[in-house]
């Protein structure tokens, strides 16, 4: 069984500051996290799922969309099985349904690279 949990969203003020993590579980990951890429996607109410920044196995190569470049770093803990997502100067339009996925070794932008997903944390940004 493969499990990748978030948390860490929920309710901020315009230029605040969130971190969510997730954790991940299972067989798959149990010895092996440190073998796999890690992304952050994002869906807001009606709009399709976005990527916003991922990780490879390594930490070696790291991406960023370009709406959340120079406010978002994704940072991953191999011992703890966790990666992060540390989210500044947040935006009203930031406000969506945040998803991790994992992937083997090298990370992609896309969400159909992705073979893990968790259920997803909310961010809500007020203006």
């Known amino acids: 069984q493969v499990q990748l949990v978030e948390s860490g969203g929920g309710l901020v003020q315009a230029g605040g500051s969130l971190r969510p993590s997730c954790a991940a579980s299972?067989?798959?990951?149990?010895?092996?996290?440190?073998?796999?890429?890690m992304g952050w996607f994002r869906q807001a109410p009606g709009m399709e799922r976005e990527f916003v920044a991922a990780i490879d196995w390594s930490s070696s190569n790291i991406y960023y969309a370009d709406s959340v470049k120079g406010r978002f770093t994704i940072s991953r803990d191999n011992a703890k099985n966790t990666v992060y997502l540390q989210m500044n100067s947040l935006k009203p339009e930031d406000t969506a349904v945040y998803y991790c996925a994992a992937r083997f070794r090298t990370a992609v932008t896309t969400t159909g690279g992705y073979d893990y997903w968790g259920q997803g944390t909310q961010v809500t940004v007020s203006s």
């Open positions: 299972g067989r798959t990951f149990g010895r092996t996290f440190g073998s796999y890429a």
